[in-house]
């Protein structure tokens, strides 16, 4: 079975930084794609940042130049960089990442989310 787990969400001033950080465990091939995603309430999950195995990302526009993704291939972790906090950036923050299975199948992975708040 694989597993997500999310660290570093909270409440944070506007204009401040957090770090997110995501750990991959249990048995599997190889990790492929990954990514946050964010949920505000009442809106749909959306995608925030993505990296890919080589190292390639991918960024909302909203935020472009604020926010940084990062992988650990051989720690299997992933991070994301927040700066210059937004009060709209405020929502769950989930992790994602495809991986191949020891049958070698794509299998999509969620973690259980971690509340980012941004407020004075």
């Known amino acids: 079975q694989v597993q997500l787990v999310e660290s570093g969400g909270g409440l944070v001033q506007p204009g401040g930084s957090l770090r997110l950080s995501c750990v991959v465990s249990?048995?599997?091939?190889?990790?492929?794609?990954m990514g946050w995603y964010r949920q505000a309430p009442g809106l749909q999950r959306e995608l925030v940042a993505a990296?890919?195995?080589?190292?390639?990302?991918n960024y909302a526009d909203s935020v472009k130049d604020r926010f940084t993704i990062s992988r650990d291939n051989a720690k299997k972790t992933v991070d994301l960089q927040m700066n210059s906090l937004k009060p709209e950036d405020t929502a769950v923050y989930y992790c994602?990442?495809?991986?191949?299975?020891?049958?070698?199948?794509?299998?999509?992975?969620w973690g259980q989310g971690t509340l980012v708040t941004v407020s004075s």
């Open positions: 990296i890919t195995s080589g190292g390639s990302t």
């Open positions: 249990g048995s599997f091939f190889s990790i492929n794609a």
């Open positions: 994602n990442a495809e991986v191949t299975t020891t049958r070698l199948r794509y299998l999509e992975v």
